[in-house]
T-cell receptor, first 114, second 112 residues
Framework: NAGVTQTPKFRILKIGQSMTLQCTQD?????MYWYRQDPGMGLKLIYY???????DKGEVPNGYNVSRSTTEDFPLRLELAAPSQTSVYFC?????????????FGPGTRLTVL | AQSVTQLGSHVSVSEGALVLLRCNYS??????LFWYVQYPNQGLQLLLK??????LVKGINGFEAEFKKSETSFHLTKPSAHMSDAAEYFC??????????FGTGTSLTVIP
């Protein structure tokens, strides 16, 4: 199993450009998450999904969109990139049942908006 | 509401010394608590978790943590630090809907 994979690893965007961060998991997990990590701030939840076709906002959703058409994929879309979106983005997944389940993280995408 | 506070954003210890990373939580429901480690330029990896039962939890790489309800704490310890322990450590509490709430992290430096 590859676990959670993310592409690209690095990206530089100009202000106003758009892009999609890809996330795929091969563990058949229903729950998937997108976080951003800023220095000294820990991880903040952007969006999450409890299954295909179901998504919901997290703590910092503004400027982002998500979709979940399959169990495996959970792409994150930035429509009009802004410098405030410079961050490291992590995708994670967890099994369906129980609050005790850990989240499995991808390696991250480092995004710079100039 | 759930939240986590990690005291000390940077901790330095000598190789072979005790590692103590502090985490206090706030939770309106019985908490499920986690410690994750992040090595440079990598994702987060689970160290250990507390759900129910034994309050002393053992994890990977010789780390352990003790859940103390009276102190609302879940501090992470390791008896003897190794150079390979240098990393960022995150405490997290799980709330409703399987949402994690992460602390701001503690960067551990191990001095040879």
């Amino acid at each position: 199993n590859a676990g959670v994979t993310q592409t690209p690893k690095f990206r530089i965007l100009k202000i106003g450009q758009s892009m999609t961060l890809q996330c795929t998991q091969d563990m058949n997990h229903n729950y998937m998450y997108w976080y951003r990590q800023d220095p000294g701030m820990g991880l903040k939840l952007i969006y999450y999904s409890v299954g295909a076709g179901i998504t919901d906002k997290g703590e910092v959703p503004n400027g982002y969109n998500v979709s979940r058409s399959t169990t495996e994929d959970f792409p994150l879309r930035l429509e009009l990139a802004a410098p405030s979106q410079t961050s490291v983005y992590f995708c994670a997944s967890s099994p369906t049942s129980g609050r005790s389940n850990e989240q499995f993280f991808g390696p991250g995408t480092r995004l710079t908006v100039l | 509401a759930q939240s986590v506070t990690q005291l000390g954003s940077h901790v330095s210890v000598s190789e072979g010394a005790l590692v103590l990373l502090r985490c206090n939580y706030s939770s309106s429901v019985p908490p499920y608590l986690f410690w994750y480690v992040q090595y440079p330029n990598q994702g987060l990896q689970l160290l250990l978790k507390y759900t129910t039962g034994a309050t002393l939890v053992k994890g990977i790489n010789g780390f352990e943590a003790e859940f103390k309800k009276s102190e609302t704490s879940f501090h992470l310890t390791k008896p003897s630090a190794h150079m390979s322990d240098a990393a960022e450590y995150f405490c997290a509490v799980i709330g409703g809907g399987n949402q994690f709430y992460f602390g701001t992290g503690t960067s551990l430096t191990v001095i040879p």
